[in-house]
């Protein structure tokens, strides 16, 4: 009795793949495809060819309709520029998401935009610190240059010929007052530059937080 059992129970299973089986073979068999060649004239087929798999093509079910589109092969050439556009897009979600990380740790950080801008005051303030010591360096360069000028037309007055290392001093002088006014010009564009980028992160901040608040309300 119990073989009699497991034999029918075994018969019944083959019975349920085969039908199973059956099942997927006529209804995969009736999938088609569909694409249009070169010249696009549209071709139907149940199998596929070179040309279907080089310009793209439909799957298209029993009832006629389209279940899946597959893209034509890309040429060498447009598959580099696919693959560039896609380096692209992936660099720009990436930016996108640092952006929105740097966004949530300045909102973390500074729960007012008081506070927030009072924080960035500070490289502003250390620039302005930095242009008012170069600015009284270049003031004692630029006298001690005015004095060496003045001696030498002292003298050139006297009918005196001017002593080459006087001469030699004169030139690093003039040098380094020229250095004094660069490094200052240097300092001032950085400083406008970071008063310019503190404005643009304090209304970035003031949009954020407003968007924050009205989410919260």
């Known amino acids: ?5 497991s034999s029918l129970i075994l018969i019944g299973l083959l019975a349920c793949s085969a039908s199973a089986l059956a099942w997927q073979t006529k209804h995969s ?4 495809y569909s694409w249009r060649d070169d010249s696009g ?9 070179s ?12 009832s006629g309709l389209v279940v899946r589109h597959v893209q034509r092969q890309l040429t060498p050439e447009e598959r580099k520029v ?3 556009e896609k380096a692209k897009a992936d660099a720009a979600k990436a930016a996108a ?27 502003i ?54 250095d004094q006014r660069a490094k200052l010009g240097k300092q001032q564009e950085a400083k406008v530059e970071a008063e310019k980028r503190v404005e643009r992160l304090v209304q970035r901040y ?7 608040d009205a989410a919260t309300r």
Request: aromatic content about 4%; overall charge negative; proline content about 3%.
């Open 1 to 5: 009795m119990h073989k009699t059992t």
């Open 29 to 32: 068999e009736n999938y088609r």
């Open 41 to 49: 004239l549209p071709h139907y087929s149940d199998s596929l060819n």
């Open 51 to 62: 040309e279907a798999i080089r310009n793209g093509y439909d799957v298209i079910n029993s």
């Open 82 to 84: 696919a693959e560039a």
């Open 97 to 123: 998401d640092r952006q929105h990380a740097q966004d949530e740790q300045m909102l973390s950080a500074y729960p007012n935009e008081q506070v927030f801008r009072d924080s960035q005051q500070a490289e």
């Open 125 to 178: 303030d250390e620039l302005t610190q930095a242009i008012r010591t170069t600015q009284i360096n270049l003031h004692a360069q630029e006298q001690n240059l005015a004095q060496l000028l003045s001696h030498v037309a002292d003298i050139k007055h006297d009918g005196k010929p001017v002593p080459a290392f006087l001469e030699k001093r004169i030139d690093a002088q003039r040098a380094a007052v020229t």
């Open 206 to 212: 003031r949009k954020l937080r407003a968007a924050e």
